[in-house]
């Protein structure tokens, strides 16, 4: 009998900690966990077209528009699957109960919000790519975040 008592106490203190990481999370906690899925994912996956870009194609000319326009809108269409991608599966594991049609109209909000940003360094005369990269990729993150919270 002792031995059973011993055992269910064991069971349920050890228990414990791996519930309350089940448990539903709402509010802050759940914003600030989309969004750093959503920014990683953003990251990733601008990182990966650039370079399959670069590799595929090689350097566009300084004067050429369609390469450089082409370039672009893979690189944003590829940083949003990846930031709406990253902020849901984020999401799910940390059972913030996200939305993958929030997330993803966010991550397309955030591809003209974060070229903004870049527009705003550019602006203030910060040229290094990965104040720029990171920057692109915080408020891309930041909007796919936002749009899962607010569009169920």
């Known amino acids: 009998m002792h031995r059973f008592v011993f055992a269910a106490i064991c069971l349920t203190t050890w228990s414990q900690p ?3 990481q ?6 802050g906690a759940a914003f600030t966990l989309e969004w750093g899925g959503a920014a ?3 990251l990733i996956g601008a990182a ?7 590799q595929s194609r090689g350097a566009c000319g300084s004067e050429d ?10 690189i944003g269409a590829a940083s949003a699957v990846g930031a709406a991608t990253g902020g849901y599966l984020a999401g799910r594991a940390a059972n913030t109960h996200p939305s993958g049609w929030g997330s ?6 955030g591809i003209g919000a974060g070229a903004a940003a870049v527009k ?3 602006e203030m005369g910060v040229r290094g790519r990965l104040a720029v990269a990171l920057s692109y990729a915080a408020v891309q993150g930041l909007v796919t975040a936002a749009g899962s919270r607010v569009i169920r």
Do not use: K
């Not at 089940?22 to 509010?27: I, K, L, N, P, V």
């Not at 990966?48 to 670069?54: M, S, Y």
């Open 104 to 109: 993803f109209l966010g991550a397309v909000v």
């Open 22 to 27: 089940r448990a539903s999370r709402a509010g």
């Open 40 to 42: 990683a994912g953003s």
């Open 65 to 74: 528009l369609r390469c450089l326009l082409g370039r672009l809108g893979a």
């Open 48 to 54: 990966a077209a650039h370079v399959i870009l670069t």
């Open 18 to 20: 791996l519930l309350a």
């Open 120 to 122: 705003g360094l550019d």
